[in-house]
């Protein structure tokens, strides 16, 4: 791809397209530009782009977005994967961007930035060890808009280390960083400093000035996180001093009549905040010098700092910085006496727990944000949630002191709201949220809190305070205040009364209806959640019998509430329904008529623009629960779900919809499983030459479903996919899948799914190579996974072929070749085989190479039987992992967070039930006894003698157990 005109001019008219509002004009040019990315230049010519001032700036910020999608999808190459970028485009991107990056607009910056820390992450510093170079020396240019554009990038290339594990690679990587960066950082800052004195009546560049030092102190913030870098402990007086004076400095030039969004000040003193937290946190030796002066100027900011929006970041770090302090023993008396706990609750606390106008705008405007802010734990810290902290640590401390004091808060509260409910309801809400907090000691994201503060009396809150909101028979009323009674009996739903939370079910129900989007949706948030608890014996808290008399109103109400505006594709409601589904299980089939024709509704309209991962994850989950539930009584329904669904699903793989198709492929594969035909229907054979498409590969979430889907047409269809002539199709696939160490494992069921299938006169001609093709795979890059597959396929070898099948196709490839297999890879890692079943089929082979294979009697292979036999022994003695879902689990815990992933997105509903490969092998101990007592007579006593005396210890154990004598 040549960098002139024509190319540059193609390149900007198909960039203009993809800002098209039309699909049909924006996917065909996004389809273009993925198809030529593999090009040599293209990057270039995109920067080219982008550089280019005579361009149109909204095309050129679409090239830079363009440039870093580019970057984020190829940069990284996986161990088995393809090099999609040319090592010439990698070498110009590194010498260009930097430049390019310094000297374009901001909005073309921010976007190259997040490029160079992509780009970074992967070959920072090993294959890029000028870049700090490049960047440091701008520092000295004066040019703040140099200056800025290497400090956005230095705070994106090192916001890692925040939350990377340690390791030595890290640690290194940090001094090297360090090294470079620590001491222009320390010489900017306190340049900049000295800049804000000397510029301080000027309004424009105090912006710029106070800009630069909030980037800095990001930086400074990530390159603390890890631990305290020599150079910073040596220079805590510079930082620490510089950091009070910005923490306290009045810049009247600054201030913004904006009371919603926070002006640099306040972003600047916000970050400050989260440094000064950081120290006390993790370093407070060392930092507990500079605690006094700080948590006096952390009083007087929460003393003087408004109740607007502008200032909750900063508000938030502040009273974190007063929790990591009162946490501290050394510290814990400057909270104690009681008025300075009062002048905190009071002060401090109620001011920022009180529901403020700002609060309410967002909880009708935007209730997604509300939610995620209140119930989901966002990073977005809240002074609320602050607050309530505050209240946690001071309530662990000074109990009784504390709770005497918002005692008193709550009663004067709760009257205020009694003599005015409608115009006071804000009382009663600070009064729930303040409980709530204050109550929860221990808390998880399963079971909610499971441990509750012994000063507040929860279940007598409940009833007197809780219940009585939900029971109001407008559900349009107060709507703040249904939220919050819905939180409170989600929250604590494993320590309240069972009476209560099962009796606030019915009132979950009606609020469904609410028009307020935050009340649906808390409504089938707590539903589903009550729905997923189990007691102590595992078993389910809430039983199917309880539900069945409010199911048509539960259903109703949940199907409902997605026709609510704003609620078309809300999670909370199907994951609700998915869970619904589970629990009634067959007694939801009656409503099914109707509302699987609202799911495959639902499909049709969100696979033309998927953009909920964790709606439509839950919407297929129970798509495919509800196949689960049906055909386990009526195999023969299946062929109405296909009826159904097969036409969706052909416009899902004509339009190339990449996050559905996985799902598609499991849904396909468990159908296809549940027929009772002997044949594979005609439709699925239509497909079939399609699914082994090497394309279709190359998407790693395709992988796992598409080589599922495979194995059920191998399953129930192997004779039409014989006379289909695809058996070399189905073992290139198992070629491609096996040299991947990503995929290795796809690539043996596969192949143990043929063996299993296939007549042996079909796979004749290809059994040397497929074997070839294993061994060159294990001395090039052997791995753990890779061997463990290899003894397992070797024992479905040998369990279907026989095992003296498997000594001779090995041998042939090298004369006494199995030898060496034996010694450096099955007696070696027998022990690392994992699974039940994996380990079942290799009891069983490994048992039966030692029962039926003559060549192990024989010389050479005979030197090995001893050592063999010890080592099938300590396999059956090794330790297992039992854990399961139960039996019962029809709906296993789904992830919150189960979305699309680069990976694969497992449907749990959709899952393939394990199958016994050996059900006429009960006790493979047994199966290898009763083998052992086949032997040609006087053999066995020798055997005894020639292993480990634990060993023969047990082996007698199992000879007994069978009947078998030993004399």
């Not at 424009?204 to 603390?224: A, P, Q």
């Not at 815990?893 to 997105?905: E, F, I, K, M």
């Amino acid at each position: 791809m040549e960098l002139q005109g024509a190319n540059l001019l193609n390149l900007s008219e198909y960039l203009q397209h993809t800002l098209s509002p039309d699909v049909n004009v924006r996917r065909p040019a996004e389809k273009f530009l993925e198809s030529i990315e593999v090009n040599q230049n293209y990057a270039a010519l995109l920067l080219h782009l982008v550089e280019k001032q005579d361009i149109d700036l909204t095309i050129r910020i679409a090239g830079a977005v363009a440039f870093k999608n580019y970057i984020k999808r190829n940069w990284k190459v996986d161990e088995d994967g393809v090099d999609r970028i040319h090592a010439q485009d990698r070498d110009a991107i590194k010498k260009l961007i930097v430049n390019l990056m310094l000297h374009s607009p901001d909005s073309i910056q921010k976007q190259l930035s997040d490029a160079v820390s992509i780009i970074g992450k992967h070959d920072f510093p090993n294959k890029w060890p000028d870049l700090l170079d490049q960047m440091v020396e701008k520092f000295t240019t004066g040019d703040f808009h140099l200056i800025n554009g290497v400090l956005h990038t230095a705070h994106s290339l090192f916001k890692r280390y925040r939350y990377e594990f340690k390791s030595q690679n890290l640690w290194t990587e940090i001094k090297f960083v360090l090294d470079k960066f620590a001491k222009p950082l320390t010489d900017l800052f306190l340049a900049t400093m000295d800049l804000a004195q000397a510029h301080s009546g000027n309004a424009e560049h105090l912006k710029i000035i106070y800009n630069s030092l909030t980037i800095i102190s990001k930086v400074f913030y990530s390159l603390n996180c890890q631990d305290l870098p020599e150079f910073f402990e040596d220079n805590m007086t510079t930082w620490m001093t510089k950091f009070h004076v910005l923490l306290t400095a009045d810049v009247a030039a600054l201030k913004t009549s904006d009371d919603e969004e926070p002006g640099v000040i306040e972003q600047l003193k916000s970050q400050v905040c989260d440094n000064i937290v950081l120290y006390a946190q993790n370093y407070n030796e060392e930092f507990q010098t500079y605690v006094p002066i700080f948590l006096e100027a952390i009083w007087n900011l929460l003393n003087t700092t408004g109740q607007q929006p502008k200032y909750d970041a900063l508000v938030s770090n502040s009273l974190q910085f007063l929790v990591t302090i009162a946490d501290r023993e050394q510290y814990r008396s400057l909270f104690a006496e009681p008025e300075t706990l009062r002048n905190i609750c009071a002060n401090i606390i109620t001011p920022n727990i009180e529901f403020r106008e700002a609060d309410n705008e967002l909880f009708e405007d935007n209730p997604e944000e509300y939610i995620r802010r209140d119930i989901e734990g966002s990073d977005v810290d809240t002074r609320r949630r602050a607050a309530c902290d505050l209240v946690k640590v001071l309530a662990k401390y000074f109990g009784a002191k504390v709770m005497e004091i918002f005692g008193v808060y709550v009663h004067e509260r709760l009257n205020e709201y009694a003599a005015n409910p409608a115009g006071n309801w804000k009382k009663k809400d600070a009064v729930i949220y303040l409980v709530t907090s204050s109550a929860s000691r221990g808390q998880t994201q399963k079971h909610g809190v499971t441990q509750s503060n012994e000063f507040v009396p929860l279940p007598e809150f409940a009833l007197q305070n809780i219940q009585p909101e939900l029971a109001r028979p407008d559900v349009n009323e107060f709507p703040v205040l249904k939220a919050d009674a819905i939180k409170f009996i989600m929250t604590f739903r494993s320590v309240l009364p069972r009476d209560i939370v099962v009796g606030s079910l019915p009132h979950m129900i009606r609020h469904l209806s609410s028009t307020s989007a935050v009340v649906h949706s808390y409504a089938a948030c707590a539903i589903e959640k009550i729905f997923a608890l189990r007691g102590s014996d595992n078993s389910p808290y809430i039983k199917c019998e309880e539900i069945l008399p409010v199911a048509p109103n539960l259903l109703n109400g949940l199907f409902s509430s997605l026709e609510l505006p704003g609620s078309e594709e809300n999670d909370y409601i199907m994951k609700a329904i998915m869970r619904s589904f589970g629990i009634l299980n067959e007694n939801v089939v009656p409503f099914l008529g109707t509302l699987l024709t609202k799911l495959t509704d639902k499909l049709s309209i969100v696979a033309r623009n998927p953009s909920r991962p964790n709606f439509n994850h839950y919407l297929f989950e129970t798509l495919s629960l509800s196949i689960k539930i049906v055909c386990k009584t009526n195999p023969e329904a299946v062929a109405s779900f296909e009826q159904v669904l097969f036409p969706i699903f052909q416009g899902i793989l004509q339009s190339d919809v990449q996050e559905f198709i996985p799902y598609v492929f499991q849904i396909l594969a468990m159908l296809l499983e549940l027929h009772t035909s002997p044949n594979v229907p005609e439709p699925y054979m239509a497909l079939f030459p399609c699914l082994l498409s090497p394309v279709l590969f190359e998407r790693q979430g395709n992988i796992h479903p598409l080589n599922r889907l495979l194995q059920a047409f191998i399953s129930r269809g192997s004779h039409q996919v014989i006379q289909q002539d695809k058996t070399s199709g189905l073992l290139g696939v198992f070629q491609k899948l096996i040299a991947s160490k990503a995929n290795d494992q796809e690539g043996f069921l596969l192949l143990q799914a043929i063996i299993k299938c296939f007549p042996p006169n079909v796979l004749e001609p290809f059994m040397k190579q497929i074997f070839v093709l294993l061994f060159q795979r294990l001395s090039s890059s052997k791995t753990t996974k890779f061997v463990k597959g290899l003894i397992v396929f070797f024992s479905y070898y040998i369990i279907q072929y026989g095992a003296s099948t498997l000594v001779t196709i090995i041998d042939q490839i090298q004369p006494q070749m199995f030898g060496m297999v034996l010694e450096r890879v099955i007696i070696s890692d027998l022990q690392k085989v994992s699974g039940e079943m994996e380990r079942k089929v290799a009891a069983v082979g490994m048992s039966n190479l030692l029962i039926d294979c003559q060549q192990m009697m024989d010389s050479p292979y005979n030197n090995y039987y001893p050592k063999l036999l010890a080592v099938v022994i300590e396999f059956f003695e090794l330790p297992r992992d039992e854990t399961a879902l139960p039996e019962d689990a029809i709906i296993p815990d789904v992830d919150d967070n189960a979305g699309y992933q680069a990976a694969y997105s497992q449907l749990a509903c959709a899952r393939s039930t394990k199958v016994d490969p050996l059900p006429a092998i009960g006790d493979v101990r047994l199966h290898l006894a009763q083998g052992l007592g086949r032997l040609p007579p006087g053999q066995l006593p020798g055997l005894l003698g020639q292993i480990p005396e634990p060993n023969a210890t047990h082996l007698k154990t199992y000879l007994q157990s069978a009947g078998v004598s030993v004399a």
